[in-house]
């Protein structure tokens, strides 16, 4: 731990709403400057998983507990619409009034799952995540209500072709927003900060009053909720859902590959890392057209991640900028022939006589805190 | 007077090795006591049986008239122990003022509130900015908690054990690892909570420290309490010179932190 680099946590950079308005200003005129099918279908599957691995992140990133299960939620909402909307007769924009049942249903599959899953830790929930996978798979493949192995096909709308992708992109950038606000607001909460003392150490949380459970269950249940929707919205701009594809190992490695690029825990990282990691991999299938290759591909840069980038960009980053700046300030002091400015590095120990005065004051205000 | 908080023969066993037996420490309202003894006696084993860290095999322990014996460790937390770890257990990647919030929070357990509001209402923030201050850390309030030194965590998790604001408070080796000057002021801080009202148990190596503070001191050996006293007389005690103090310089030595 004392190895760790200093500026290490202050990485994550503060909000910036001005820079997040440029962001989202970009992603709203995108499809309009863009009008290449190819190119929509690529952003909207981006965003997908853009939201898909900010709803990972939720979750994961600021609990400690990496779930490999996050597929069983994405296809639960794949096939939540899929047949909601073949049973109910609906076609055109009518389908994407299932998404929050989609969400809904995920989110309620998440409560036994999270119940049974959350009671281990580390590597043992990891396996059990992924058994979850399988089992669900499985009983897509088996199941006559989902179609078996032949899947269940999409009604297909028929909006115009030079704009077809357009009502899929806006609804995932707008799920995208929501994740990310709930991102946001969930970090800087106190249920934020339980899940983020968990991560750290959940035995000494819990002995000061975290409840540990139920604050673990409802960000898994907040993270599988967002999945179903992004799974359902797959589904419906996919045309099809097939038990190896609405349930697929690899959508579970792009999100945490995602994450872990861009930054485990932070806000902007999974969404970095999408952006980053689901356009190479469409462009390197449609160039090559061979799938495999960009699966290998996405290992390698895992273990790449792993093992040069262990923090991911933004922390890394931050940790870049601070070092540059704290560098110039001090060439800045060199030049102009005093000592070194001390920067807001934390190490020294605090002098004795400034925290003595402070101190008897504080000693009252501790005894009339009593309620 | 009865003792605020009472262990009645407990015992406790690790495998074939028995930790504790039938050991009886009390801890007066507003005294500072300390636990000493050799390294193995059992003392950290002992704080963790009061504090729901570890069951009990037999006996019982008392909050004033109220059995606690073997609650888990947030329920005995509510009530109003509060305790530091031997190898301090802060939040590494939570800032320190984070870290303060974490504890804070179970201050309003129960009252209705907004899961989305932000961490830490304008009260708790300032009653823990106040409590760094007091421990001599406020500076380091938005530096994450991983970066303090090893005596400067020792104050971290002081201070965020007292912003819960516990009625008595546990001290797992405080001056272990922790430089001089550093142990002074953590000393001048235990002195001054204490006379607010605050109660102490102290283990402790750092014999100047125990005896210096605190006006009882228990003794064990072996899992045993062999006396109890104030220090001049545990100073004097045969038993205790033959169990420990023969040994207290190299106890001492070997106390290095990080294990």
């Not at chain 1, 059990?128 to 493949?141: D, N, P, R, W």
């Not at chain 1, 819990?206 to 992004?230: D, E, N, Q, Y």
Request: glycine share 10%; hydrophobic share 45%.
């Amino acid at each position: 731990m004392s190895e760790a680099p200093r500026w290490r946590h202050l990485a994550e950079p503060a909000w910036r709403p001005g820079g997040a308005l440029v962001v989202l200003a970009f992603f709203a005129v995108f499809p309009l400057v863009f009008t290449n099918a190819t190119v929509t279908t690529i952003a909207v599957d981006t965003l997908i998983f853009a939201a898909s691995a900010v709803a990972w992140n939720i979750f994961s990133g600021y609990s400690g507990y990496i779930s490999l299960g996050q597929a069983v939620f994405f296809g639960t909402g794949a096939y939540t619409v899929a047949i909601a909307a073949r049973a109910w007769h609906l076609t055109g924009e009518t389908v994407f009034a299932l998404l929050p049942l989609a969400g809904a249903l995920a989110g309620l599959l998440a409560v036994p799952l999270g119940l049974i899953a959350l009671r281990v830790r580390r590597h043992t929930f990891v396996v059990i995540t992924i058994a979850y996978f399988f089992i669900a798979q499985l009983t897509a493949t088996n199941l006559s209500v989902t179609g078996g192995s032949s899947g269940i096909l999409a009604p297909s709308p028929n909006w115009a072709p030079e704009t077809f992708n357009n009502p899929f992109y806006y609804i995932a950038l707008a799920l995208l927003v929501v994740t990310t606000a709930a991102s946001w607001l969930i970090r800087r909460s106190r249920f934020g900060l339980q899940l983020r003392a968990i991560r750290d150490d959940e035995d000494r949380a819990a002995g000061l009053g975290v409840r540990a459970m139920p604050v673990k269950l409802t960000a898994f249940v907040i993270s599988a909720f967002a999945t179903g929707i992004a799974g359902g919205l797959w589904f419906y701009f996919i045309g099809q859902a097939l038990p190896q594809f609405a349930f697929d190992p690899f959508f579970d490695l792009s999100v945490v590959v995602m994450a872990f690029l861009g930054g485990l825990g932070t806000i902007a990282g999974p969404i970095l890392g999408a952006l980053i990691i689901e356009p190479g991999q469409q462009w390197l299938t449609l160039q090559y057209t061979n799938e495999y290759l960009s699966e290998i591909l996405l290992g390698i840069l895992f273990l790449v991640v792993i093992l040069f980038l262990p923090r991911g960009i933004i922390p890394t980053g931050a940790e870049l900028i601070a070092k540059f700046r704290a560098r110039l300030r001090q060439r800045r002091a060199d030049a102009a022939g005093r000592p070194p400015v001390p920067g807001p590095a934390p190490g020294s120990a605090p002098t004795g006589t400034e925290a003595g005065t402070a101190g008897s004051e504080a000693g009252t205000a501790t005894r009339e805190a009593r309620p | 007077m009865t003792a605020m908080l009472r262990a009645e023969g407990v015992s406790k066993a690790f495998g074939g090795v028995q930790a504790l037996s039938d050991c009886t420490v009390e801890v007066e309202q507003g005294s500072i006591t300390g636990l000493i003894g050799p390294n193995g006696s059992g003392k950290t084993t002992l704080f963790n049986t009061m504090t729901g860290y570890e069951r009990i095999d037999a006996g019982e322990v008392y909050l004033g008239d109220r059995k606690i014996t073997n609650l888990r460790p947030q329920r005995v937390f509510a009530l109003g122990i509060g305790r530091t770890f031997q190898l301090t257990r802060i939040f590494p990647r939570l800032t320190v003022m984070e870290n303060m919030l974490v504890a804070a929070q179970h201050t309003d357990a129960g009252r209705p509130r907004n899961p989305l509001a932000r961490a830490g209402g304008r009260a708790d923030r300032r009653r823990a900015a106040d409590l760094l201050e007091f421990t001599g850390i406020a500076g380091h309030a938005d530096a994450p908690a991983e970066t303090l030194s090893y005596g400067q965590r020792k104050l971290l998790e002081l201070s965020y054990v007292l912003v819960a604001n516990p009625d008595i408070v546990l001290l797992d080796e405080p001056a272990g690892g922790v430089n001089p000057s550093l142990i002074q002021q953590l000393s001048a801080r235990i002195r001054e909570l204490n006379a607010a009202g605050k109660t102490f148990l102290i283990v402790e190596h750092n014999m100047e420290f125990v005896m210096s503070l605190c006006g009882q001191v228990t003794v064990l050996d072996y899992g045993t309490v062999v006396a109890t006293g104030p220090p001049q007389i545990i100073r004097s005690n045969p038993r205790v010179l033959d169990a420990y103090l023969g040994l207290a310089e190299e106890e001492e030595d070997s106390d290095a932190p990080g294990r």
